[in-house]
C-alpha cells in the first residue's frame, strides 16, 4: 500500500475517556517529570478507566495509587511541583473536590503571585464533572463557577474526544495550574482522532462549531451536544443557530462571542450548573456591555436550578435538555 494510501486510511473513532488516556499516555513518554497521582488511578486505571494500562507501562512510582485524601493528593502535588514535577491529579468525582479545596484556592492559586512570579505550580487537577450518569450524592456536581471565581487558576473543560486528546496535554505542558473539568456522561462520545495534526487551538480559546446566523448558542463540556442537538432541530423551523464551545471558563473567552452576537443579535448561555451566580451571568453581563446596541433581546441563560443535586431518579428534571435550550430560543425570538 502506498504512503498516500495509508494516510488516508481512517482511524477507528476513540471515545473521550480513550482519548483522555492517549493524551496522557503522550504527555508521560515526552516528559518524564510528569506523574499522575489519584485514589485506584493505578491497578484499576480509574473508575472512567482514563488511566487504564498507564501504571502498567510506566510503572507506580509515576502513576500513583493514593490513600482517599484529597486535601493530601493536592497537597503532595505542590510539594512536586516547586521540586520540578508536572503532577496530574484525579479527582475521582465532583463532588469530592471540596475536602481539597483549600488546598487549591489558598496556595495553588496563589503561590505565584505570593513569590512575585518566583515559584511555579504546575499541576493539573482532573475532575470527572457533571450529572447525567444516575450516581449518588457527591457524585454529579459542577462546581466550575467556584474555581473560575478565584484568581491563578486555569479553569478549562474539554466536550469532545479531540480536544480532550490535545487539551489535557495542553494543560500539562502549561506552566499556571489547570482545573481540566471532563464532562463525565460524555465519556463514551465517539469521534474521529489524527494524532498527528497537532492542537488545533491554544487551550484558552473558544471555538465556534456549528455557524448560523439568527441566534448564538453558548456552551461547554456536556451542554455542547445539548446545544448542537438544538440547533438542528431549530433549522427544522427555519432558524439558524450558531454554536459555540467556550472550552476555557478561565481565561474566558469573550472576544469570540462577542463577535458572534455582533452577527447574530441574540445570545443563549448553557450549563449545567446552577443559573444563579453561574457562568452564564458572567458572559451576559459582559456581552450585553459590548454589543448593547447589536442585541435584538435580552440574553437569555438556562441552566441548573438553585437546589441541592436531586436524586438520580429525577435528574433529567434537573438537567437542561433540547426542550429547555428551545424555549430560551423562542423568547430570545419573541423578543
Known amino acids: 500500500m502506498s504512503p498516500a494510501a495509508t494516510a488516508e486510511t481512517p482511524t477507528a473513532p476513540v471515545t473521550l475517556a480513550k482519548a483522555l488516556n492517549k493524551g496522557l499516555r503522550r504527555a508521560m513518554e515526552q516528559d518524564p517529570k510528569v506523574v499522575l497521582m489519584g485514589e485506584d488511578i493505578g491497578k484499576l486505571g480509574g473508575v472512567f478507566r482514563v488511566t487504564d494500562g498507564l501504571q502498567k507501562d510506566?510503572?507506580?512510582?509515576?502513576?500513583?495509587?493514593?490513600?482517599?485524601?484529597?486535601?493530601?493528593?493536592?497537597?503532595?502535588?505542590?510539594?512536586?511541583?516547586?521540586?520540578?514535577?508536572?503532577?496530574?491529579?484525579?479527582?475521582?468525582?465532583?463532588?469530592?473536590?471540596?475536602?481539597?479545596?483549600?488546598?487549591?484556592?489558598?496556595?495553588?492559586?496563589?503561590?505565584?503571585?505570593?513569590?512575585?512570579?518566583?515559584?511555579?505550580?504546575?499541576?493539573?487537577?482532573?475532575?470527572?464533572?457533571?450529572?447525567?450518569?444516575g450516581a449518588v450524592e457527591h457524585h454529579s456536581e459542577s462546581p466550575e463557577a467556584l474555581f473560575a471565581h478565584t484568581a491563578g487558576l486555569r479553569?478549562?473543560?474539554?466536550?469532545?474526544?479531540?480536544?480532550?486528546?490535545?487539551?489535557?496535554?495542553?494543560?500539562?505542558?502549561?506552566?499556571?495550574?489547570?482545573?481540566?473539568?471532563?464532562?463525565?456522561?460524555?465519556?463514551?462520545?465517539?469521534?474521529?482522532?489524527?494524532?498527528?495534526?497537532?492542537?488545533?487551538?491554544?487551550?484558552?480559546?473558544?471555538?465556534?462549531?456549528?455557524?448560523g446566523t439568527d441566534l448564538t448558542l453558548a456552551a461547554h463540556?456536556?451542554?455542547?451536544?445539548?446545544?448542537?442537538?438544538?440547533?438542528?432541530?431549530?433549522?427544522?423551523?427555519?432558524?439558524?443557530?450558531?454554536?459555540?464551545?467556550?472550552?476555557?471558563?478561565?481565561?474566558?473567552?469573550?472576544?469570540?462571542?462577542v463577535e458572534s452576537v455582533n452577527r447574530t443579535g441574540r445570545l443563549v448561555v448553557v450549563h449545567e450548573a446552577p443559573v444563579f451566580f453561574g457562568l452564564g451571568a458572567e458572559l451576559a453581563a459582559q456581552v450585553t456591555d459590548r454589543c448593547f446596541y447589536r442585541l435584538e433581546a435580552p440574553v437569555g441563560r438556562v441552566g441548573g436550578f438553585h437546589t441541592p443535586y436531586p436524586p438520580s431518579r429525577i435528574e433529567e428534571t434537573y438537567l437542561p435538555d433540547l426542550d429547555r435550550v428551545l424555549d430560551a430560543v423562542d423568547r430570545a425570538f419573541d423578543h
Open 58 to 133: 510506566f510503572g507506580d512510582a509515576r502513576v500513583i495509587d493514593t490513600p482517599l485524601a484529597e486535601a493530601g493528593i493536592i497537597g503532595t502535588a505542590i510539594g512536586l511541583a516547586l521540586r520540578g514535577y508536572r503532577p496530574v491529579c484525579e479527582i475521582q468525582f465532583d463532588g469530592f473536590v471540596f475536602p481539597a479545596y483549600d488546598q487549591i484556592t489558598t496556595q495553588v492559586a496563589k503561590l505565584y503571585a505570593r513569590s512575585l512570579g518566583k515559584m511555579r505550580v504546575p499541576i493539573v487537577i482532573r475532575i470527572p464533572y457533571g450529572g447525567g450518569i
Open 221 to 257: 463540556g456536556p451542554m455542547v451536544r445539548t446545544c448542537l442537538d438544538a440547533a438542528r432541530a431549530a433549522e427544522e423551523e427555519g432558524r439558524s443557530l450558531e454554536v459555540i464551545d467556550l472550552r476555557t471558563i478561565s481565561p474566558l473567552d469573550v472576544d469570540t462571542v
Open 155 to 211: 479553569v478549562v473543560a474539554c466536550s469532545n474526544p479531540v480536544d480532550g486528546y490535545w487539551m489535557i496535554q495542553q494543560a500539562i505542558e502549561s506552566d499556571d495550574p489547570v482545573i481540566f473539568f471532563e464532562p463525565k456522561r460524555r465519556y463514551w462520545d465517539k469521534a474521529q482522532l489524527d494524532e498527528t495534526a497537532g492542537p488545533v487551538y491554544p487551550l484558552d480559546k473558544a471555538v465556534v462549531v456549528r455557524p
